[in-house]
């Protein structure tokens, strides 16, 4: 049985990353718009775009890495966007924590169809705690019965 396994589960793997955009980031190769830095002239504040429209957004740090995914819209008692929950590191979603980013320090870059946290970068992002409910907040997700 453990024959037929491991190299089973290893084709499934191999398979699995092959299928994957990002697998030349992972292995230290080049990928184009990761590496440029996103001008701050094209960006627009984030709010301004609907909060449904925001779940499953890639992520990037200021100078274009990408950092995660938002995972939910987190928004006050008045239906404000406040927080994005962004699920961050991880392997194929095993292992990834999500963290709250401050909507004010995300900007929305209508060129790359992502958002950007002007005022992180890659590790600092990674060194963020990882998110606590403590239920002050509107989760978007829960909303919409997700």
């Known amino acids: 049985m453990r024959r037929v396994a491991l190299p089973v589960l290893s084709a499934v793997i191999l398979l ?3 299928g994957c955009a990002e697998t030349d980031s992972w292995f230290g190769g080049s990928n184009e718009q990761a590496a440029r830095p996103i001008p701050q002239q094209s960006l627009q504040t984030a709010s301004r775009i609907e909060p449904q429209a925001m779940l ?4 990037v740090s200021y100078d274009g ?3 995660g995914t938002v995972d939910d819209v987190l928004m006050n008692r008045n239906n404000r966007p406040t927080e994005l929950l962004v699920s961050s590191g991880g392997l194929l979603g095993v292992g990834a924590h999500n963290v709250a980013v401050d909507i004010n320090s995300v900007r929305y870059s ?3 169809d992502e958002l950007v946290a002007t005022q992180l970068t890659k590790e600092q992002f990674a060194n ?7 239920g002050r907040m509107v989760s978007l997700n829960r909303q919409q019965g997700r």
């Not at 499953?56 to 992520?59: I, L, P, S």
């Not at 963020?128 to 403590?134: E, F, R, T, V």
């Open 16 to 18: 699995s990353l092959g």
């Open 56 to 59: 499953g957004k890639t992520v």
């Open 65 to 67: 890495q990408k950092v």
């Open 110 to 112: 209508r060129e790359r």
């Open 128 to 134: 963020l705690p990882a998110y606590k409910d403590d």
